[in-house]
């Protein structure tokens, strides 16, 4: 069993504590302030919060003003705040010149690769499209080239089908890469359209290799929300040898959108069969002091001694699209999948991940 160290154990006990106490009393507790080598969330403003962790250093990229920004720093808590690069810009004209959506950041196969989703105009956002951006080398910071949309439809042999598309992430199962993302079954005219995971080969980083295959519709209780049932921002997230996707559920406007897991039940498991895979949820929802929790993003830190989430919250209960980011460590269950708890409150000190306290 794989836990968290022990500082961040008797964290998770305290602050849970804390929310506790807030849903059972009329006054809460006085939060605890952030003192020497810890901090408090939220920790930037923002939402899709994407950070990476490679050869120690963090990326964290964000869309905004018609671009995708990078920024880097080789502290964890530092990267949501430090100073960004653009690396792109929407183009004046063609399928992605605005509503620039949710950029992930990976490295595969000796080079950075950005995913994104942009459209023609909106509202209503109903022409957005996954993207992808492709570095010139192995330096994030470095040139960039616009690879095109990719093909999320239903006849890629000849183009034609194709489908909406946003959210779009990849990683590997079982030695092959494939691609995830959030998608309608058919065109519409309305964003207020039901969205559910696909799932699908890749041929190479910035090509999908066959048609798209449905692996979730929101059709449990927890995932259907008064206005829109809906599934979005999948996150392949790999713990030893298990392969889990968390992703974002219910009105993602509402203070009711929280996040879902989906499990595979091995890795000799074919991951493009719906049965293969276990729904689980809600895995991680907000509470009486943290509203609308979802678009998560997970890394690791020394070595991958820490687990970390980064998500973002409502700004209020009330609907609305005002966002902030926040992380918080996780620990691993016993049976493998990861416990996020619930959400640390407001202004409650956060020890600082490993080796990021310089008196330590």
């Not at 009329?26 to 923002?46: I, K, S």
């Not at 993003?297 to 009330?318: E, L, N």
Request: aromatic letters at 10%; hydrophobic letters at 40%; a neutral charge.
């Amino acid at each position: 069993m794989r836990v968290a160290p022990a500082r961040y154990a008797r964290l998770l006990v305290v602050a849970l504590g804390v929310v506790a106490c807030t849903r059972g009393a009329r006054t809460a507790p006085a939060p605890a302030l952030a003192g020497p080598c810890t901090f408090t969330n939220p920790v930037a403003r923002g939402a899709d919060p994407w950070v990476v962790h490679h050869d120690s250093m963090y990326y964290s990229v964000k869309s905004e003003d018609r671009r995708i920004w990078l920024a880097a720093s080789p502290r964890l808590h530092d990267v949501l705040t430090a100073p960004a690069t653009p690396i792109w810009s929407a183009p004046d004209t063609g399928w992605n010149r605005t509503n620039v959506w949710a950029p992930e950041l990976h490295f595969l196969d000796g080079r950075w690769y950005v995913y994104y989703a942009a459209g023609r105009a909106g509202p209503p956002f109903a022409s957005q499209h996954a993207g992808v951006l492709e570095s010139a080398d192995a330096n994030p910071l470095g040139r960039w080239a616009d690879r095109g949309r990719l093909y999320t439809g239903d006849s890629v042999e000849t183009g034609r089908a194709d489908r909406w598309s946003i959210d779009l992430t990849v990683g590997r199962i079982g030695g092959r890469r494939y691609a995830i993302w959030s998608g309608w079954a058919t065109d519409a005219v309305t964003d207020r359209t039901p969205q559910q995971l696909y799932i699908a080969p890749m041929a190479s980083p910035w090509r999908i290799a066959s048609n798209r295959v449905l692996l979730s519709a929101p059709v449990a209780d927890w995932e259907r929300g008064p206005e829109l049932d809906l599934q979005e921002g999948p996150e392949m997230l790999v713990h030893g040898g298990d392969v889990f996707v968390i992703y974002s559920t219910r009105d993602s406007w509402l203070k009711d959108y929280a996040l879902g897991q989906l499990r595979l039940r091995d890795t000799s498991a074919n991951p493009l069969e719906p049965a293969s895979w276990t729904k689980t949820g809600p895995v991680f929802a907000g509470n009486a002091r943290v509203f609308g929790v979802g678009h998560a993003s997970f890394t690791t830190v020394t070595g991958g001694a820490d687990a970390w989430i980064v998500y973002h919250s409502k700004d209020s209960a009330t609907p609305g699209w005002a966002r902030s980011v926040w992380m918080q460590p996780f620990v691993w269950a016993r049976d493998g999948a990861p416990s996020f708890g619930e959400p640390i409150g407001p202004r409650v000190a956060i020890p600082l991940p490993s080796g990021e306290c310089p008196s330590r």
